[in-house]
């Protein structure tokens, strides 16, 4: 059986774990407290960075690296165009929401009142969180803009572009930092991908410390 070395609201984590649930590959979940740099986990990532995944008995790190390695691994169904020009647009929206939302959102927003609280790191930094507040809004009209054109974010059909984007928003809507009133469109789009019973597992998670939104696990909100 795969396994996969984890932080329950990582994104990253996050994103794998939909790329495997969605191929049904069966995995077991080791939450790892990477902040700690235990020496095993290190010897499986010298990068000191969740996650991991022990697959096909090789140690997988890098998110990004790790889908691709599943979608060339075991192609179906399929999280990856066939086109050039529609892989790069995945591979574009992967980026842009590992990278750009993740640097002006993700960090300033779960880092500071989650992550910082766990690892034992101090207090939120008030002005990370209202500048978290305002690019979101941003990045939320962006997707709005993109599926008022398409009817997933990439493209006519679900990829990998959109379970990028549902681990980061979700990680989000867990600590309520997700405007679902802003757009009916992106609202709906998440209600879609999240009714996916590969997101089963993620809806239940329960983080110490941490209570879930009433709307969180609701597959219509």
């Not at 932080?7 to 774990?17: E, G, H, N, Q, T």
């Not at 995944?53 to 066939?82: F, H, N, Q, V």
């Not at 209202?130 to 493209?155: E, F, N, S, T, V």
Request: include cysteine.
């Amino acid at each position: 059986m795969a396994r996969l070395f984890h932080v329950p609201l990582s994104p990253f984590c996050r994103k794998v774990r939909l790329s495997l649930a969605e191929k049904k590959i069966e995995v077991e979940l080791v939450e790892e407290r990477y902040w700690e740099a235990d020496p095993d986990f290190l010897r499986r990532n010298p990068a000191g960075k969740v996650p991991v995944l022990k697959l096909d008995g090789r140690m997988l790190a890098e998110s990004a690296a790790i889908c691709e390695y599943i979608e060339e691994t075991r192609p179906e169904p399929a999280l990856m165009p066939s086109a050039p020009e529609d892989r790069f647009e995945v591979r574009r929206l992967v980026g842009w929401f590992d990278d750009k939302f993740h640097h002006e959102v993700t960090s300033k927003l779960l880092y500071e009142r989650v992550n910082k609280k766990v690892t034992g790191a101090g207090y939120p930094d008030s002005r990370n969180v209202k500048d978290g507040a305002k690019a979101i809004k941003y990045h939320l009209d962006y997707m709005a803009w993109l599926l008022d054109h398409r009817r997933w974010l990439a493209g006519d059909v679900m990829t990998l572009a959109d379970f990028a984007a549902a681990a980061h928003l979700s990680s989000l809507d867990y600590i309520s930092d997700v405007d679902w009133n802003r757009s009916a469109v992106v609202k709906d789009w998440y209600a879609k991908i999240k009714s996916r019973p590969a997101f089963r597992s993620i809806l239940a998670d329960q983080i110490p410390g941490f209570r879930q939104p009433p709307h969180y696990a609701d597959l219509d909100f």
